[in-house]
């Protein structure tokens, strides 16, 4: 699948299809965004990975440090199943998943939503990767990777039938930035990418190609 082809088709599809308000409201939220830099500010390249402790569908607890003790990872956050653009995201990592277990790595996937829901898209998707649930986006926010919709975006996910507050265990209606981040064992970061636009995210080919980076390196480090 050529993921960047795929987002851009459907973000062309989605704007379309919106009223004129609503494709204003959209866009001026994601300028809003874009003003604070919040992507440019939160996690980042040579950042340390915030420790968690997340629940996955059936309840399992896990650890960054757990999981960084059995090799890097390569750890998304996604803003939820009910996202088309995610959708594509979180298949495309499915996709990505052999040749990043064969580099000794394994896919995370961190969503707000709740074990039920993490159980009901991970099923649907056919997703073999490790979905995390992050009530009330604790784990985005300690990255510095979350944000409170404004009064008009509500009102878009509203008209929607989307209630963030319920869905996400919260009292405020707030959502993840889309990021992807490749992590070395130290839990340093070597590969970030964030985005408040959800119809970008990168090719999969770079979450690989830093792996296979991480990996030389460590085999030099080792002679």
């Known amino acids: 699948m050529n993921l960047a082809k795929a987002l851009r088709a459907l973000n062309q599809r989605h704007m379309a299809a919106l009223p004129a308000r609503d494709r204003r409201d ?32 059936v309840g399992r607890l896990w650890t960054s440090k757990e999981l960084l003790d059995r090799g890097p990872l390569v750890l998304a956050l996604f803003r939820g199943g009910w996202c088309p653009y995610c959708d594509l995201t979180m298949f495309a990592l499915e ?52 944000y409170d919709l404004s009064l008009d975006h509500i009102r878009l996910q509203r008209m929607r039938g989307r209630d963030f507050p319920a869905l996400h265990d919260d009292t405020t209606w707030r959502l993840p930035v889309p990021a992807v981040f490749v992590v070395a064992p130290d839990a340093r970061v070597v590969f970030a990418f964030a985005d408040v636009d959800p119809s970008r995210w990168p ?21």
């Open 26 to 57: 959209f866009q001026d939220e994601l300028d809003r965004l874009r003003m604070v830099r919040l992507a440019e500010e939160g996690l980042g390249l040579g950042d340390y990975l915030p420790d968690f402790a997340l629940r996955d569908g």
């Open 95 to 146: 996709e990505a998943r052999p040749a990043i277990e064969a580099l000794g790595a394994r896919a995370v996937g961190v969503m707000p939503e709740n074990s039920r829901r993490i159980v009901e898209t991970c099923s649907a998707r056919g997703l073999a990767y490790l979905m995390l649930s992050d009530p009330a986006n604790a784990f985005a926010r300690t990255c510095g990777l979350a």
């Open 203 to 223: 090719d999969p080919e770079a979450l690989l190609t830093s792996l296979q980076e991480l990996r030389d390196a460590h085999a030099l480090l080792n002679r």
